[in-house]
């Protein structure tokens, strides 16, 4: 007897019954990213999946919209699962360096059908709630980039004086304007121009001071 459970938004299921959902949930994943949203059916996923119906609507009662916000914060999960252990270990400029190593070696490797690519361009804006989720993923992401900026700051490789949240909604939106262009064109040599240049002008002298907080540039003048 399957006495192993898990809970999922209220609702315990067995672990063979986990099992099932995470395999519908992967397998509308993958045909969204091959097929795109709104050309993927049911009964694709019930072919791709070997499931029914019926196990469809019993783990998503809300159907196909259901299962794509399960798909969104699944695609969610995996963007930031991609970039470990790195993201949660900018410590040092060989850390950083990993990091932007990881990153390029991830959308090389994945393409046009990157989990970002998926949440931009088929998932991010179906309902408020994916909005909602897609905006979440951008500010866990953006927070880990600056908590690993501050390291650096506390450590004396980067100026204290510049404003960390800024340094790091920069990263974010070069790692983002780079898979944007992979999506137009297959290509990652936008994404590496954008992290190198951006990393580059964080360790040398390239980081604007224009960045520090107004107030505190008058005050120094005084």
């Known amino acids: 007897m399957d006495r192993q459970v898990q809970k999922w938004g209220g609702v315990v299921l067995t672990a063979k019954g986990a099992a099932t959902r995470q395999r519908i949930v ?62 949660s270990a900018l410590t040092s400029w060989q850390a950083w360096r990993d990091w932007r190593d990881q990153v390029v070696r991830r959308y090389r490797e994945v393409g046009v059908h990157c989990p970002l690519g998926v949440l931009i361009t088929e998932l991010g804006r179906k309902t408020p709630a994916a909005q909602a989720l897609t905006g979440q993923l951008l500010e866990q992401w953006q927070d880990r980039l600056r908590t690993g900026v501050v390291s650096m700051q506390e450590g004396g490789h980067i100026d204290p004086g510049l404003d960390a949240d800024r340094i790091a909604a920069w990263l974010l939106a070069a790692v983002q304007g780079g898979v944007t262009l992979l999506l137009s064109t297959g290509r990652v040599d936008h994404l590496e121009a954008a992290l190198d240049t951006s990393l580059a002008m964080l360790r ?16 120094s003048m005084r």
């Open 26 to 87: 992967e397998g509308m994943s993958a045909l969204v990213r091959e097929h795109g949203a709104a050309a993927t059916t049911l009964d694709d996923v019930r072919a791709r999946t070997t499931t029914s119906k019926s196990q469809i609507f019993h783990y998503f009662p809300g159907g196909k919209e259901e299962l794509l916000l399960e798909v969104a914060r699944y695609e969610a999960d995996r963007v930031l699962l991609d970039q470990e252990p790195y993201l």
């Open 204 to 219: 040398g002298t390239g980081v604007t001071p224009r960045w520090r907080d107004p107030e505190s540039d008058v005050a």
